[in-house]
């Protein structure tokens, strides 16, 4: 095994990386080229994001839809007073470029959940995950899965925490999923699946300290991946901060999973969210799939409100987890709550063919998939990508991160 130092007495100072060249296996080269999303950019966001520059990652794509709070700066090293009330993502972005002139950030400041596209998924070596809630870690995991991407979570509270990776086909954060876990993930849901108006985000306390523990933690196993290294898929490492004590776990796949559902393969096309019509990703779809195709949807879309007292309708189209359950409340019957009619499939019989993907509430740049019986490709609305992923955007083959 050769070691992992390299013993150089010609050091340049002037070199950035220069130390990073001393360790065998460092390419920094790779390391230029690598693409990686970052999801939360809040206190481990920052940890994360501030490793990435330092490490001379080229191209980050920042994704979060808060704006920054006077809470925020006591647990976020890239953040200042006079950044209070904007985005997130965006300030993160100018810091990271800061600390590294020659990186590419860019920041979409979206809810992950509902706004990103499975094409940025697509677009990314690798996933770093700095969340708070089950919600979106559910929505990230899927989303990897579908499109064989890695992510590595990372979970913290006062001072403990964990760092866990997760990497196609093993297994993933769903299959870790306790029987409680989705007891609290319901909680966030009414009885129709609206959301709840009054549940309120708990705040989780957390200390800068443990952030850049586990942020470390993160950014190293995605270093290992970059490198095409083995990493800790399918485990995690606990951090026990008021014991001053770790130790790591090792996950199971679930047979049931229902993340374990990857594309066959992904067709990139030149239209986007707002170019091409529902009935022509159809005829797409059955000419890639099969005549059996129908059209699948990566989240459940509310087409429409039906109050069962006087008949209206309304037509809505939009993520389902967008509306609120107070919305559901007929107009006209007051006291009344309307049904629900939601899709995530579309067939021939649709009577909203004509509509874009846009006009039925998808964001940009996502994935359709064309399911039949035997095949699942990928329709990626490819048009859309440089408008979501600005300078970060090009059409070169990915890393592949598991040679």
């Not at 808060?66 to 809470?71: A, C, L, V």
């Not at 959940?113 to 700095?130: E, K, P």
């Not at 957390?206 to 470390?216: D, K, L, Y």
């Not at 001053?244 to 239209?271: F, N, T, W």
Request: proline share 5%; net charge negative; with cysteine.
């Amino acid at each position: 095994m050769p070691s992992p130092l390299q013993i150089n007495p010609d050091i340049d100072d002037s070199d950035r990386f220069d130390r990073f060249r001393l360790i065998s296996w460092w390419d920094q080269k790779r390391l230029s080229a690598a693409r990686v999303l970052v999801v939360g950019a809040g206190a481990l966001g920052n940890e994360i994001i501030k490793n990435l520059a330092l490490l001379g990652v080229g191209n980050v794509a920042i994704a979060d839809m808060d704006r920054i709070e006077n809470s925020n700066l006591s647990r976020s090293v890239l953040y200042r007073a006079e950044h209070s009330g904007q985005p997130k993502a965006t300030v993160a972005a100018q810091a990271a470029a800061q600390i590294y002139p020659e990186i590419r950030a860019v920041a979409i400041n979206a809810n992950v959940v509902y706004d990103l596209g499975l094409g940025v998924y697509r677009w990314a070596d690798v996933v770093l995950g700095g969340l708070d809630n089950r919600e979106a870690r559910l929505s990230i995991n899927r989303a990897c899965y579908k499109v064989n991407r890695p992510w590595i979570d990372g979970a913290i509270e006062v001072i403990q925490g964990q760092a866990r990776v997760f990497a196609p086909p093993g297994p993933c954060y769903e299959c870790t999923m306790s029987e409680t876990d989705w007891k609290l993930l319901q909680m966030r849901r009414s009885c129709n699946l609206l959301s709840r108006s009054e549940m309120q985000t708990g705040k989780t306390p957390t200390t800068p300290t443990i952030s850049s523990i586990i942020a470390g933690i993160q950014t190293q196993e995605a270093l290992k991946l970059l490198h095409g290294m083995e990493a800790m898929a399918g485990r995690g490492l606990i951090f026990a901060g008021e014991v001053a004590d770790c130790y790591g776990v090792e996950y199971q796949r679930k047979p049931d999973c229902m993340s374990h559902d990857p594309l066959d393969e992904v067709i990139g096309l030149d239209a986007g969210s707002d170019s091409i019509t529902l009935a022509e990703l159809l005829e797409l779809a059955r000419r890639h799939a099969g005549d059996d195709a129908t059209l699948e949807l990566a989240r459940e879309v509310l087409w429409k409100f039906v109050c069962p007292s006087c008949g209206g309708e309304e037509e809505v189209f939009c993520s389902l987890g967008r509306v609120t359950a107070d919305r559901a409340r007929c107009p006209k019957c007051e006291s009344v709550t309307r049904d629900v009619r939601t899709f995530h499939r579309i067939a021939g019989d649709a009577t909203f063919l004509s509509r874009t993907p846009e006009q039925i509430g998808l964001p940009p740049f996502d994935i359709l998939t064309a399911r039949s019986a035997t095949r699942a490709i990928g329709l990626e609305l490819t048009a859309d990508a440089p408008k979501v992923l600005g300078a970060l955007w090009s059409d070169e083959s990915e890393l592949d991160w598991a040679e």
